[in-house]
């Protein structure tokens, strides 16, 4: 689904891609047309009592191109927006008389006909001043060290005072008495605080506080050397086999000597793309990991190979050799990478002449491992240097357990030198070794088809790759301990496995990638696609040391108030007659298309305007989590995050099921589900995007409970992979999500156009690398394209929230934990007092006296045993609540399982599909501090 994607096409290849994808919309099984009755106008809010004094009226009406708005108060009308040439059905009211009893009315003009009256909607304004803090959220977190607190206040006139209090203490200067948002920005320590706004006016006060818990990152110290290697970037390897060459190798050392180095901490960056400078840079800002580290930069200066001759030598004592493989077998090469990574070897290519980069390292280090010559085609061997090499490897990494057998590479060998100038310079990839190297892991490069002989090793016999590509995916499994494999690489199309590679292949680029996945899916492997076109990134082994906090809490869900106040649900749970529309912001599902991709599209000057459905998969961490880091803590109220395909990595979900194909395997369904529930829980994640089947059928009910398992707010998949439009899966709404988008508008609106019918409906779409600037084309495109059958852009949470409330679901028994400070420890055989932040995510009021906490400190998780805690007031959907609650340790030290729980008469809210939390403690002897 992604191989043929590129981050920019020409404007040929738009108008080609334009005209196939009109023909392939024009194909698509358009719904069958459905009677539209004319609709009564309701007003949705404001309603009842209200908490502001300026609130949007919203209505639920039928398509129309006009409206007009009143609000009156006994005394007749008091404001009237007149005539509004406008498909909206919302409308902000200006500022209203407080405490006053007011009721709204509105209508429409639809076909040149206005339409009746709303009936009356009655609502109380409240007395004034108001005091609203607007972040950090009761029972939120924030990551510091410098913290924004904002707040906003209302009142007809001048207030007559505002204090601000944190901690107990009065912030001197901070706000005024104008009436309005105000912030301040503020160095806070890690832990809990509390803010404080209070303001007077006309003899009234009003306050309003919050707690909040604040995480600071630990910093790093020390030297980080920057290795610049930007001049070699530039080199024309296309038409220059020797500067290829020159490349290939200057690349390869200095990516493994990276992962030697940075096994001791952060102390080697490769400077190589844009994004490289963007990332320190970040990690660099007051407060963050590599604040304080001071930077010793090599290179520059034209001469890349001096450069890292100096870094190697000033590094010299952790290198112990070097390992040199053989150019007549260009997979000896990634068989280089491997061992470089087992034996701290640095690896050079064989026959190299004086002078080269090769010759100038074999005079610093000896050659420990020779490869060149080590693999003639023999009797009894695979009948392929190839693949003999691959199972030398295995046998001497793998099956002898040296090697990380859940740390794997799938990238392109040294036959890219053969093909330089195929694709951008840095397909060949080796900027992503350094993750294996640091953590010892494996690196391969075989063909996943069984019934044609790759284009890089014609002459070997049928299918001789693929046994092999089993045969160390059996290895490993056999090493993993049953849990699931990370897999970075993606199939290298446009080089080799193909009809796109020279010669051409029987099979293209999709089926390839849905073959690669299938196989690695038998095994227990899923997937970090780094896919051509933005394959390369530099530092992993950098950045994936990166500390992170516990956890990380994204935008709410949306409550069934806010739904009102948006014209999509009335007070009677009926919805409004939309398309509720959701664009799957995708792929990411590779920590290279991350990397480079994110400092772009959060510069979008749109990105906080639209609402957007990133799909990171949380998985990425392990090679950047700082892109997700800076991802979620700088997100606006506008980004939400889901997971993409198909989950915390790319499978094929049946094929973790038994019986499964190629391997035989027992099910995975438990590793894959303790993964995914681990990733999703730190991430604040709900919702799986997208799920991709590829060549493995249709997804089955147990496929669906397993992926409801992790991702119990949603999951969509293709009509490839699931028939009708939608349905629950136990209380988990399972959505179809249409069509893949592309970068023209043209076509995507005779997509769109296709699918919609008007009257309620619910609409899922995917865009691959587009940014907010693009989502509001579209919009604005769709909107002027279907003025009878409108649409409502949603978030995800929106969008599955409603789609569940649709198809009978409940959006009950819901929660966020947001905080706790259990992470401190225990001392054995004493209580102590543990802070919880918690936030109700459903859109039932938790009463005192029917909800509590439970909360338990063991060697598993065991609600049977937890403490329980009852709520000291109500807590309406939307709002956090802190809890204290003591907890006995167990009277033996050592680590034990800190897990959290809401519940009701109905039990846990776990038995509903709500995440619990869960972290390992320590429990010290007493008397014992932590450190």
């Not at 309603?47 to 129309?64: S, W, Y």
């Not at 809401?902 to 008397?927: K, T």
Request: a negative charge.
């Amino acid at each position: 689904m992604r191989a043929l994607r590129m981050p920019t096409w020409p404007v040929a290849a738009r108008a080609v891609a334009a005209a196939a994808f009109l023909a392939v919309a024009a194909q698509a099984a358009a719904y069958p047309p459905e009677e539209v009755k004319s609709l009564e106008t309701r007003i949705t809010f404001p309603a009842g009592p209200v908490d502001t004094l300026r609130p949007a009226l919203a209505f639920i009406a039928e398509p129309h191109d006009a409206f007009e708005a009143e609000v009156h108060s006994p005394d007749g009308l008091l404001w009237s927006s007149g005539q509004v040439d406008s498909r909206s059905y919302t409308v902000q009211l200006p500022s209203l008389p407080p405490a006053a009893a007011l009721r709204a009315r509105a209508r429409v003009r639809s076909g040149g006909r206005w339409g009746d009256w709303s009936g009356w909607s009655e609502f109380v304004t409240p007395q004034t001043p108001l005091v609203r803090i607007v972040r950090p959220a009761h029972a939120g977190r924030v990551t510091g060290a410098d913290v924004e607190l904002v707040w906003e206040t209302e009142h007809a006139g001048i207030l007559d005072e505002v204090v601000i209090t944190l901690d107990g203490s009065r912030l001197r200067g901070a706000g005024g008495c104008e009436p309005g948002r105000q912030s301040v920005r503020i160095r806070l320590r890690e832990g809990l605080h509390t803010v404080t706004v209070k303001a007077a006016a006309e003899g009234r006060t009003a306050e309003s506080s919050a707690e909040f818990y604040v995480w600071t990152a630990p910093q790093a110290q020390g030297e980080l050397v920057v290795l610049d290697l930007r001049d070699a970037a530039s080199w024309d390897v296309a038409g220059d086999p020797a500067l290829a060459s020159r490349m290939y190798e200057l690349f390869h050392a200095a990516a493994c000597l990276q992962g030697i180095v940075n096994r001791k901490g952060p102390r080697l960056m490769l400077r190589v793309f844009e994004a490289d400078d963007f990332w320190l840079d970040y990690l660099r800002r007051p407060g963050n990991w590599l604040e304080k580290v001071s930077l010793v930069t090599y290179g520059g200066d034209g001469t890349p190979e001096d450069a890292l001759l100096q870094v190697a030598t000033r590094f010299a004592g952790e290198v112990k050799g070097l390992v040199v493989w053989d150019p007549a077998v260009p997979a000896t090469s990634n068989v280089a990478t491997t061992a470089a990574g087992v034996e701290d070897l640095l690896p050079v290519r064989g026959s190299e002449p004086e002078g080269s980069l090769g010759a100038r390292l074999r005079k610093l280090f000896p050659v420990k491992l020779e490869l060149t010559g080590l693999f003639p085609l023999r009797e009894g061997g695979s009948g392929s240097a190839k693949c003999d090499a691959y199972l030398w490897a295995k046998e001497r990494y793998l099956d002898s357990g040296r090697a990380d057998p859940c740390r794997l590479g799938y990238w392109l060998d040294a036959f890219w030198l053969q093909r330089s100038g195929t694709m951008p310079w840095w397909e060949h990839c080796l900027t992503n070794h350094d993750w294996i190297v640091a953590g010892r892991g494996f690196l391969f490069d075989l063909s996943n088809w069984g019934d044609e002989a790759p284009q890089d090793d014609p002459n070997q016999p049928v299918g001789a790759d693929l046994e092999t590509f089993r045969k160390l995916m059996r290895s490993a499994w056999e090493r993993s301990g049953g849990r699931m494999m990370h897999v970075a690489g993606f199939t290298p199309w446009a080089f080799k496995y193909t009809d796109h590679a020279v010669p051409p292949g029987r099979h293209e680029p999709v089926a390839s990638e849905w073959e690669l996945v299938r196989v690695l899916s038998a095994y227990n492997g899923y997937l970090d696609a780094d896919a051509h076109s933005l394959s390369a990134m530099a530092n992993a082994s950098l950045w994936s040391q990166m500390p992170l906090p516990d956890r990380y809490v994204q935008n709410p869900p949306p409550t069934p108030r806010r739904l009102m106040e948006q014209g999509y649900m009335a007070a009677d749970g009926s919805l409004a007659p939309l398309g509720f529309t959701l664009f799957y912001i995708g792929d990411f599902d590779s920590a290279a298309w991350l990397t480079r991709k994110i400092p772009e599209l959060w510069a979008d000057p749109e990105r906080g305007s639209v609402p957007m459905g990133w799909a990171f998969n949380p998985n990425l961490s392990a090679r950047n989590p700082a892109a997700l880091h800076y991802a979620w803590n700088s997100a606006s109220e506008a980004d939400f995050f889901t997971a993409g395909d198909s989950g915390a990595g790319y499978v094929n979900p049946t094929v973790l099921l038994e019986p499964r194909p190629v391997s035989g395997l027992p099910s995975a369904r438990a590793a894959w589900v303790n993964h995914c529930r681990e990733l999703y829980r730190r991430y604040n994640l709900r919702i799986t995007g997208f799920l991709i089947n590829g060549h493995a059928g249709k997804l089955t009910p147990e496929s669906e409970e397993m992926t409801a398992e992790f991702s119990p707010d949603g999951m969509a998949t293709q009509r490839a992979w699931m028939d009708g439009e939608g349905h629950l899966r136990g209380n988990t709404p399972v959505a179809w999500q249409m069509h893949d988008l592309c970068p023209d508008n043209e076509a995507n609106i005779a997509c769109m156009e296709r699918f919609r019918r008007e009257g309620l409906q619910f609409l899922s779409f995917r865009l691959i690398l587009l940014g907010p600037s693009f989502v509001r084309s579209l919009m604005d495109a769709a909107q002027a394209s279907s003025p009878n059958a409108p649409h409502a852009f949603l978030d995800p949470w929106t969008f599955y929230y409603l789609l569940r409330h649709h198809l009978g679901g409940k959006n009950e028994r819901r929660c966020t934990f947001t905080f706790d400070d259990a992470s401190a420890g225990f001392e054995a055989g004493r209580q102590r007092e543990v802070v919880v932040g918690i936030r109700n995510d459903g859109w039932d009021t938790w009463r005192a006296g029917e909800v509590h906490l439970l909360c338990g400190l063991a060697d598993r998780v065991d609600w049977t045993r937890a403490e329980r805690l009852e709520l000291p007031h109500d807590v309406r959907p939307g709002e956090g609540i802190v809890l204290r609650v003591r907890i006995m340790a167990p009277a033996q030290r050592g680590r034990y399982v800190f897990h959290l729980s809401m519940a009701d008469g109905g039990g846990p809210f776990v038995e509903a599909g709500c995440p619990w939390w869960e972290s390992e403690v320590e429990v010290r002897p007493a008397g014992t501090k932590s450190l």
